[in-house]
């Protein structure tokens, strides 16, 4: 059972990035998902998750109407695509899951520890 989070990378301030969460070993569908991010020396942020059953995603005000979270059910993938980046950004995204229906929470604690996947590293320049 894991999560892997991938797509970070670095890329100037107004670009875009698409970050992919990838299960194996279970399947996500019935799975509540959650975006992190976190900044070394700084708690761990929420930048938005997305619900099991009616697909519905609630952003962080710091992200909203930049920030979109998707699942593709077929591939047992989550994507946040991110745009608009802005420096203050940067920071190491994480995904994680939990066997919930109902609304997805923002907070960290809600979710299993043992289903928080590898970060992936975005860095957004100035």
């Known amino acids: 059972v894991q999560l892997q989070a991938s797509g970070g990378g670095l890329v100037q301030a107004g670009g875009s990035l698409r970050l992919s969460c990838t299960a194996s070993?279970?399947?996500?569908?019935?799975?509540?998902i959650g975006w992190f991010r976190q900044v070394p020396g700084r708690e761990r942020e929420a930048v938005g998750c997305?619900?099991?059953?009616?697909?519905?995603?609630y952003y962080s005000d710091s992200v909203t109407g930049r920030f979109a979270i998707s699942r593709d059910d077929a591939k047992n993938t989550v994507y946040l695509q991110m745009n608009s980046l802005k420096p203050e950004d940067t920071a190491v995204y994480l995904c994680?899951?939990?066997?919930?229906?109902?609304?997805?929470?923002?907070?960290?604690?809600?979710?299993?520890?043992?289903?928080w996947g590898q970060g992936t590293q975005v860095t957004v320049s100035s």
């Open positions: 994680t899951a939990a066997p919930r229906q109902g609304r997805c929470s923002m907070v960290p604690e809600a979710y299993p520890r043992g289903l």
């Open positions: 070993g279970f399947t996500l569908d019935y799975y509540a």
């Open positions: 997305i619900r099991a059953d009616n697909r519905d995603a």
